[in-house]
């Protein structure tokens, strides 16, 4: 993890003083950094100032991200590619510094515990998984088979060939399954979207919820990396999975949690199940998509989701 230079030790100081008095607003999805804020005038146009800088860093990224789409589509010169990509990289470094500093500074859970392991999240028990193993070993225990007549065997050597062939397009089309990308949940309709306003969110509402009943399985969207499983804070139980093209999905929320950060995660593989924890008035799935694990780097999900060929119904 890079560190903060000293370039940002000034601001990113009155920063931690500022946001030490911020509760967490699960409803901003990271704009919760202005509320209850007592410090005053000073106080709060601290807060707008790193917000600010972290929105135009954001829309920097996009921008930069959408020309090195757009080079490689063209099939530019790799000197081109290249060039645009260190730029792209180097906002996300600097953003990622900025937002990790404040996410220490105001306790997100995941800057400072992404392990779950300060709180009392509802991950599954272990105990339960291996009882359901054990009893699914016990109630289908294998049987010796006969032996094959010679016969028999020759003709299975003859669509030895055939087999193989089909085992092979099997594990193709098995690939190409995990590959694939989908929505994070089933059954749903569409309430809160990116960037609505609402009396329940100091500012603007960054993630896209997904009105289910608790209980609803939660799916990964697409393949990665559990880069946290945390609790405690407005988010309530929620999982933040690291994806092969370097932006974050976060799933808010959630009754259980079924997975551990550091697990490695296929698309459609169940994260955990839909609920109504952290600050909220109903159960529903906040799902979020971010540049960098932390508050404040959010994108237009379902923009970000049709880029990926999900479509979601609204």
């Known amino acids: ?60 990224h996009e921008t930069a991200r959408a020309r090195v789409d ?17 730029r792209r990289k180097k906002i996300r470094a600097d ?22 392991r300060g709180g009392k999240c509802a991950f599954q028990s272990r105990s339960k998984k291996k009882s359901k193993s054990k009893s699914k070993a016990k109630t289908s225990p294998k049987a010796k088979a006969p032996k094959a007549p010679k016969a028999l065997k020759a003709l299975k050597a003859l669509k030895a060939p055939k087999a193989k062939q089909d085992k092979a397009a099997a594990e193709k089309k098995a690939r190409d399954t995990a590959r694939s990308w989908t929505a994070p949940t089933r059954d749903y309709w569409l309430s809160a979207g990116y960037a609505a306003s609402g009396a329940r969110w100091a500012h603007r509402h960054t993630g896209q919820d997904f009105a289910v009943s608790t209980g609803t399985p939660v799916y990964a969207v697409g393949p990665g990396t559990v880069r946290a499983t945390t609790c405690g804070d407005g988010f309530g139980n929620q999982v933040v999975v690291r994806h092969p093209d370097g932006y974050f999905t976060q799933y808010a929320h959630l009754s259980r949690i079924d997975v551990r950060a550091g697990k490695r995660v296929k698309a459609g593989q169940r994260l955990g199940l839909s609920g109504a924890t952290g600050n909220v008035t109903g159960p529903h799935l906040h799902f979020e998509v971010r540049i960098t694990p932390y508050l404040g780097s959010s994108v237009p999900p379902l923009p970000w989701l049709r880029r990926k060929d999900v479509r979601v119904v609204r």
């Open 1 to 60: 993890m890079r560190r903060v230079s000293c370039a940002r030790v000034l601001p990113l100081a009155l920063l931690l003083v500022t946001l030490a008095a911020v509760p967490a607003d699960a409803g901003a999805g990271g704009a919760g950094a202005g509320a209850g804020v007592g410090a005053g005038a000073s106080a709060v146009g601290t807060v707008d100032a790193v917000r600010g800088e972290a929105a135009r860093a954001v829309r920097a």
């Open 95 to 116: 953003l990622w510094d900025m937002l990790w500093a404040a996410g220490r500074a105001s306790g997100d859970p995941v800057a400072v515990n992404k392990s779950g």
């Open 70 to 86: 757009r080079l490689r589509a063209a099939d530019a010169l790799p000197t081109k590619i290249k060039t645009a990509e260190r």
